[in-house]
T-cell receptor, first 111, second 114 residues
């Protein structure tokens, strides 16, 4: 199945550090979404991006929709232990007919 | 409150039997619904996209005769796993596309085939 290129695959950081992860695609997307998923549950939307170049924040989270519409990044500032989890990017294609996920970034935060 | 209702939350079935999972939109009419499968420690893999009143579009490698998707109305889509085998055990989750490309996810369904 289709998947986006998401990196890094995993990160181990200290509490208080900033984190950055990104997703790239060979295809253009109209919408980029960033999710966090806890074990056994569905993904929870963190940030949605609908326009190329758009920079959006949600508390300590900031995400940007790449100008080429083929990439996006998510930053988490001043990480805390509850940030631990798996983060996924997802892109909705131009026709709106497929929402494709990245492979995920597993974040571990030590206090 | 929940926008998408998916059930059952979990189901155990015998090998060879069929299982139906429902995904229901509670607050809006969803013209497009997506079905995903997620194995442990892996990402969500798109299985198929369904549009109300038309046949589902399946991703490469997904057997359409095994995973039957029915999008009979603007508020209901079903996934039926036919002749289930232990390797079909997974987390299945639906999502709906609303206006303005807003995406809503169901709570997911754990399927265990014994």
């Amino acid at each position: 199945g289709q998947q986006l290129n998401q990196s890094p695959q995993s990160m181990f950081i200290q509490e208080g550090e900033d984190v950055s992860m990104n997703c790239t695609s060979s295809s253009i997307f109209n919408t980029w979404l960033w999710y966090k998923q806890d074990p056994g549950e569905g993904p929870v939307l963190l940030i949605a991006l609908y326009k190329a170049g758009e920079l959006t924040s949600n508390g300590r989270l900031t995400a940007q929709f790449g100008i080429t519409r083929k990439d996006s990044f998510l930053n988490i500032s001043a990480s805390i232990p509850s940030d631990v989890g798996i983060y996924f990017c997802a892109g909705l294609n131009q026709a709106g007919t497929a929402l494709i996920f990245g492979k995920g970034t597993t974040l571990s935060v030590s206090s | 409150g929940a926008v998408v209702s998916q059930h059952p939350s979990w189901v155990i079935c015998k090998s060879g039997t069929s299982v139906k999972i429902e995904c229901r939109s509670l607050d809006f009419q969803a013209t497009t619904m997506f079905w995903y499968r997620q194995f442990p420690k892996q990402s969500l893999m798109l299985m198929a996209t369904s549009n109300e009143g038309s046949k589902a579009t399946y991703e490469q490698g997904v057997e359409k005769d095994k995973f039957l998707i029915n999008h009979a109305s603007l508020t209901l889509s079903t996934l039926t796993v036919t002749s289930a085998h232990p390797e079909d055990s997974s987390f299945y989750i639906c999502s709906l596309k609303g206006s303005g490309n807003t995406i809503y996810f169901g709570e997911g369904s754990w399927l265990t085939v014994v």
